[in-house]
């Protein structure tokens, strides 16, 4: 018998500057301290390209963004921010706080390739300094996913919706699997997210009052976290290596760049959870292997170690945040370079996130290393890779087998699972991404451990790969345009 919440209605379009995920705000702090003035590009790829949308439902789409005007933090998200979230300094949730939205200076729409039934590609370019447009991606995603299933395949309902997460959460519980939610980007829409998020949550109370070994750890949807009185989890996207190497000009070492302005904003301890595969894991390994500068923002002495500058001054202004030299700039006063400590990115950051390729080969590939690095504690596999119940339980054993401690960021599977109302058949989820194109007019590339996920002009491309000595790798499981199963299966 569904329950009764499934019947009340929710709101259309994206109503919480928090509805998004975390690591946008995570980056977004870091870009305003760092990077406040450089501009970037956006685009918009459907992976799924048979998945065509109609001019009802770019109309739609422009009237939703365009609401986005009128979506900003109010005093009690930021109470939940400086709760949830203590290490945000008090300077950027005062930005964050004053932050609005600018679609219509920021956001372009178009439709082209239309065919005689009224159904074409769908064009989305983001532009604009990246401090005020890098919270665009999340909700643009959601909505994009939200008038497809709204307006150009309707054949569905949300039947069984809060049922469906619930048994999952249940299965991943009773095998021991710590995981959390992470489907915002390509959720069906904002009713079955929360649909999905009571599931999840009925399956943890039930699992706490059975002593079950697993535990569901947070969402990244730092709404839905707050909303249920979960943790929001994440950490930082490719998003972040990638405009760093354009910014700088510099592929080759963007990864040790970023670790440096990650350290930089937010110190050690926290937001531990590093992402390999930007421009292949083999040469994030080697950066990761490198010592860290004693100097990571322009304070001096024992402050640098601080989490932000912002918590080293009496002020609350932004400018306590963009006033400060990028750490490749700051050395101590009167000194020729940086000083180094002792520990390695890798002592200090708790562990990996593996987002493409073989989860196989990624772990062997982690163990050898940290073996060569003479790290023996146990560090954390952060698995995100187009996850499923059966995957889940598939990694955690492997993991473990190599002394890791695993975790799962589980997000389609679990907010756009639908069959089709007329025949039960798979209703196929869309396969979406906004990534960067451009930084200070640079393009933006990605060199995944999966090369069907590899992005950017292919000159490019074939440059960086000789800088950073990548080598193309196809996982077989790894195709793009049915990672979550195709139209009509049984």
């Known amino acids: ?224 976290a707050m909303k249920y009185g979960l943790s929001p989890v994440g950490t930082v996207a490719h998003e972040w290596y990638m405009g760093i190497a354009s910014i700088t000009d510099n592929y080759r070492d963007a990864n040790e760049y970023g670790l440096k302005y990650w350290l930089g904003c937010y110190g050690e301890g926290v937001l531990g959870i590093a992402l390999t595969d930007t421009f292949g894991s083999e040469n994030f390994f080697a950066a990761f292997s490198k010592t860290i500068p004693a100097v990571t923002t322009a304070m001096e002495g024992p402050v640098a170690t601080l989490p932000s500058a912002g918590n080293t001054t009496s002020r609350s202004d932004t400018g306590s945040l963009t006033q400060v030299h990028p750490p490749l700039d700051a050395p101590l006063r009167g000194q020729g370079k940086a000083q180094h400590s002792s520990k390695t990115y890798a002592q200090v950051f708790a562990g990996i996130r593996q987002d493409s390729g073989d989860p196989i080969r990624y772990v062997k590939m982690a163990r050898q290393f940290y073996d060569s690095q003479g790290i023996s504690d146990k560090k954390a596999i952060v698995f995100s890779d187009s996850l499923n119940v059966d995957r889940c339980i598939e990694y955690k054993k492997l993991a473990e087998s190599d002394g890791f401690s695993p975790s799962f960021g589980i997000g389609t599977f679990l907010t756009n699972d639908f069959m089709r109302a007329s025949d039960n058949a798979k209703s196929a989820p869309l396969n979406v991404v906004i990534k960067l194109v451009s930084a200070d007019g640079r393009p933006c590339i990605k060199l995944s451990d999966d090369v069907g996920k590899n992005m950017g002009s292919s000159d490019l491309v074939r440059r960086v790969k000789n800088e950073v000595d990548y080598t193309d790798r196809e996982w077989a499981e790894g195709d793009e345009s049915r990672r979550w199963g195709e139209e009509g299966d049984k």
């Open 1 to 224: 018998m569904p329950y009764m919440e499934e019947r009340e209605e929710t709101p259309d379009g994206v109503f919480s500057i928090l509805d998004t995920d975390l690591y946008k705000l995570t980056m977004q702090c870091a870009i305003l301290k760092y990077f406040p003035n450089n501009v970037v590009e956006y685009a918009f790829t459907n992976r799924t390209p048979h998945m065509r949308f109609n001019t009802e439902a770019l109309i739609w789409l422009n009237i939703q963004v365009g609401k986005l005007v009128n979506v900003y933090a109010t005093p009690q998200e930021i109470d939940f921010l400086k709760s949830a979230c203590p290490y945000f300094p008090e300077a950027y949730l005062n930005y964050l706080l004053n932050f609005r939205f600018a679609p219509g200076e920021h956001i372009n729409f178009v439709l082209d390739n239309e065919d005689p039934s009224g159904f074409g590609d769908l064009h989305i370019s983001i532009k604009g300094r990246w401090v005020d447009t890098i919270l665009y991606e999340i909700p643009v995603l959601a909505l994009a996913s939200e008038i497809f299933f709204k307006y150009c395949h309707k054949d569905w309902n949300h039947d069984g919706q809060r049922e469906k997460a619930c048994a999952k959460g249940v299965t991943l519980l009773k095998e021991g699997c710590l995981f959390s939610e992470y489907g915002t980007r390509r959720r069906r829409d904002y009713r079955t997210h929360d649909l999905v998020m009571k599931g999840l949550t009925d399956a943890a109370k039930e699992g706490g009052r059975a002593g079950w070994p697993g535990k569901l750890t947070g969402t990244s949807n730092v709404h839905f």
